[in-house]
């Protein structure tokens, strides 16, 4: 009997959110430079530096109110400070809402597999606001019934956040210099982490995971 040749595995389309962003732009790279992903869907407020032919752009100043084109596979990576928000009603508004428009609306539109950025120390019932509100996003996504969630929760991101034309983060930068010295002795979890590992890590992740939702410690992202 002659053998049976492999039947090829059928192409994903992606979508991404916060391309734009120092994960995001990451994780937008990788997805166009890998092989399983026929298109890959961008939303976000500007347009990202990439150009490649499997990209679709599609611009939006309301993420509450995007339709998801079909999809596999979402990865969203949006994030801000309460200081470059302005308050705490913007930096939810972004940091939840958004986050938690974004995935359903990729439900909606068939997504099965989910990736997201959140942070260390995601805690819903937290006492600090920020790690409060992480912690509401990741409990909020992983009830729309993706049937995989990959969550990635980096400590301080490191990148070329100059060539994105963010405004500068001060105080991220003293605490990178300290940490520069320190690095040896501080826990795997809490170090400093590049935003290319970061996006690496979740994509292959995400591809690989088994149904359920996972977090990505940082330790576990780092190369």
């Known amino acids: 009997m002659a053998a049976t040749?492999?039947?090829?595995?059928?192409?994903?389309v992606a979508l991404v959110a916060g391309a734009t962003g120092l994960v995001g732009r990451a994780v937008l790279a990788r997805l166009l430079a890998d092989k399983p992903y026929s298109a890959v869907h961008c939303v976000g407020r500007r347009?990202?530096?990439?150009?490649?032919?499997?990209?679709?752009?599609?611009?939006?100043?309301?993420f509450g109110k995007f339709v998801a084109p079909p999809v596999d596979d979402v990865f969203i990576a949006l994030g801000t400070t309460i200081k470059v928000a302005g308050s705490q009603q913007a930096f939810r508004a972004l940091d939840l809402d958004a986050v938690v428009a974004l995935a359903r609306a990729a439900r909606s539109a068939g997504a099965s597999r989910?990736?997201?950025?959140?942070?260390?120390?995601?805690?819903?019932?937290?006492?600090?606001?920020?790690?409060?509100?992480?912690?509401?996003?990741?409990?909020?996504?992983?009830?729309?019934?993706?049937?995989?969630v990959v969550i990635a929760r980096p400590s301080l991101l490191t990148g070329d956040r100059a060539s994105l034309h963010q405004p500068r983060r001060v105080a991220e930068e003293w605490a990178l210099h300290a940490f520069r010295w320190l690095i040896p002795l501080i826990p795997a979890n809490y170090r400093p982490v590049d935003a290319g590992q970061v996006a690496c890590a979740l994509v292959k992740a995400l591809q690989a995971a088994t149904p359920g939702c996972h977090v990505l410690l940082s330790g576990e992202l780092q190369a």
């Not at 040749?5 to 994903?12: D, G, H, L, N, Q």
């Not at 959140?118 to 805690?123: I, L, Q, R, T, Y």
């Not at 606001?129 to 909020?140: P, S």
Request: with cysteine; charged share 20%; net charge positive.
């Open 114 to 148: 989910l990736g997201v950025i959140s942070a260390m120390g995601a805690d819903r019932q937290s006492r600090v606001f920020y790690n409060r509100v992480k912690g509401e996003m990741e409990a909020q996504v992983c009830a729309l019934g993706f049937d995989t």
């Open 5 to 12: 040749a492999p039947v090829a595995a059928a192409a994903r």
């Open 47 to 62: 347009a990202p530096a990439q150009q490649d032919p499997k990209l679709r752009v599609h611009l939006t100043d309301s």
